[in-house]
């Protein structure tokens, strides 16, 4: 079963379990108006005195009936809204927060303003449901109109991506999982941290460029905190041919790899060669190396290819590129520089 799968049966079994609760309430509260309304159309509050005591009583009674809708409303935000909601943000999360206790942190969070949110709803309608018959005609349409405006605004909101990286922005904040000046990787951007927005994360790259990075998109790619780490490993892959040494190659990697600025070479974290792949005219070497400098990563790498292509060419030995396995494969006449290589391997 898929994890969108397993999202889906998860939101079905919270709306299942309290559908008959929503259902009854529902029945409820659309009876208690529409008996309201029967009665009082048909004289059955002519019995409380004149028609004004009438209009006065039908009109808290209404007012009751909304006052518990609202109720209605905040226990179903609750029960469903809150926990559904938690429950879409739960796999961005986990891909950025990956301690348990920083995790049920940020979810007590969000399920903390989230319920602000909402109470602050339930405390708007409830005002606006009982001064609505004593603020003047003038201000209720005013305030009706701005409700329906509200009402749409929140509405684009919930369904745009604003509020996504506005939610991202919290969930990232309270994890703090990286903060400003650490070196990441999010996605294919490296770089610095410079900002942390509402909406964006800007980053200033190794070419001194700033890009900037959506929360939300943040949230659903793979964050790599080079600075939240003692050591970070970096690796160059080179193909070279079976004619090669083994045990030779590898010691040329490993050489080059000290001879690296900002490589470490202490035993536990000493560079390492692994075979990994035998193709049909060249061995893949993996070269893995640490750092104990992680925001010097890539200019590192640079000067470890540059070692490892010196290296290689002081020992005589030439990288299987798609054209010399092409040109070995063939049996045609190789450079000059490469058959004299190659002669004098074959003598030794």
Avoid: C
Avoid at 130 to 150: E, H, K, N, P, R
């Amino acid at each position: 079963m898929t994890t969108r799968q397993t999202k889906r049966r998860k939101h079905v079994s919270i709306l299942g379990k309290y559908m008959g609760w929503i259902a009854v309430r529902a029945a409820i509260l659309i009876a208690l108006f529409i008996g309201s309304q029967v009665v009082y159309q048909y004289g059955g509050f002519e019995i409380l005195g004149d028609p004004s005591t009438q209009t006065t009583v039908h009109i808290v009674v209404q007012n009751v009936i909304f006052s518990l809708a609202v109720w209605f409303f905040l226990s179903f935000a609750k029960k469903i809204i809150i926990p559904a909601t938690l429950l879409t943000v739960s796999p961005a999360l986990g891909k950025i927060v990956r301690d348990p206790s920083a995790a049920r942190r940020t979810n007590n969070s969000i399920n903390q303003y989230l319920t602000y949110f909402i109470y602050i709803i339930v405390i708007g309608a409830l005002i606006f449901i009982w001064t609505y018959q004593f603020i003047g005609t003038w201000v209720a349409d005013l305030l009706g109109s701005g409700l329906v405006i509200m009402l749409t605004f929140i509405l684009g909101l919930f369904s745009s991506s604003v509020l996504g990286n506005i939610l991202g922005y919290t969930i990232l904040s309270g994890t703090h999982e990286f903060k400003v000046g650490d070196r990441v990787q999010i996605g294919d951007t490296h770089g610095d941290i410079i900002d942390i927005g509402f909406f964006f994360i800007h980053i200033r790259t190794i070419r001194d460029e700033i890009i900037s990075i959506p929360n939300l998109t943040v949230m659903n790619r793979e964050i790599h905190n080079y600075s939240s780490l003692r050591e970070v490993a970096l690796n160059v892959q080179v193909t070279l041919g079976y004619d090669v040494d083994k045990d030779y190659a590898q010691e040329t990697l490993i050489e080059a790899a000290k001879k690296t600025s900002g490589i470490l070479s202490v035993p536990n974290k000493a560079p390492f060669v692994l075979l990994r792949e035998l193709g049909a005219y060249s061995i893949t070497y993996d070269l893995n190396a640490y750092t104990n400098e992680p925001n010097r990563l890539a200019q590192i790498k640079s000067e470890l290819i540059s070692n490892m292509l010196i290296d290689l060419k002081k020992a005589g030995i030439v990288i299987a590129t798609p054209t010399l396995i092409a040109i070995k494969g063939e049996g045609k006449e190789l450079p000059h520089a490469i058959a004299k290589y190659m002669d004098s391997r074959k003598t030794n």
